[in-house]
């Protein structure tokens, strides 16, 4: 860790090699992150290029109190959120109607199980308005008073796109688990 606090502090003084060492340390799991949210590989690559200028620009805040990655990861995702606001500048509103719910009990025991893969790439065929107060609250914990700051929505529409996201979801792994099912008779 103090070989990271050295970088840090050398980065801190402008430092390009240490600030080529910090990307390569970090760049991995935060274009992960960036995947996460963005439409595709591209714009997450955009958005971790511009996260990274910022972190670059902003290091010298960092006080040596906390987790630095996750002190990283928060301008990444706050990169994110403000290259989603750009693209949407309309108040965001529900692209689709509600899918009615399903409460019949399903025996669980015997569904099969989802890789990792295949949940990521669920989680991106949501509608971007979808993905994003889905992500924000599920995977990085923000609240839905966060989530309505951040994106200038109420917190309302944070609410009801994450319940939308949510039915989205449980629709699609439905689907998957009857395709499954299916494939095996």
Not at 126 to 145: C, E, I, Q, S, W
Request: proline share 3%; hydrophobic share 35%.
């Amino acid at each position: 860790m103090t070989d990271l606090n050295h970088i840090i502090k050398e980065c801190q003084k402008g430092k390009r090699k240490a600030q080529k060492e910090l990307y390569e340390a970090f760049s991995g799991k935060m274009y992960g992150v960036c995947l996460q949210y963005c439409k595709d590989r591209a714009e997450a690559e955009d958005c971790l290029q511009e996260g990274f200028i910022k972190i670059f620009t902003k290091i010298h805040l960092f006080r040596f109190e906390g987790s630095f990655e996750g002190w990283i990861r928060r301008i990444i995702v706050n990169t994110v959120i403000e290259s989603f606001r750009k693209k949407q500048p309309t108040i965001l509103v529900d692209e689709f109607p509600l899918v009615p719910s399903d409460d019949t009990e399903q025996d669980s025991s015997n569904d099969p199980m989802f890789s990792q893969q295949e949940l990521f790439d669920m989680i991106q065929n949501l509608p971007p308005k979808y993905r994003m107060v889905f992500n924000l609250y599920a995977l990085d914990g923000y609240t839905h008073v966060e989530i309505a700051n951040a994106l200038n929505i109420s917190i309302g529409t944070s609410k009801s796109n994450l319940s939308r996201a949510r039915q989205c979801l449980k629709k699609e792994i439905e689907a998957r688990l009857t395709d499954k099912k299916q494939a095996v008779c």
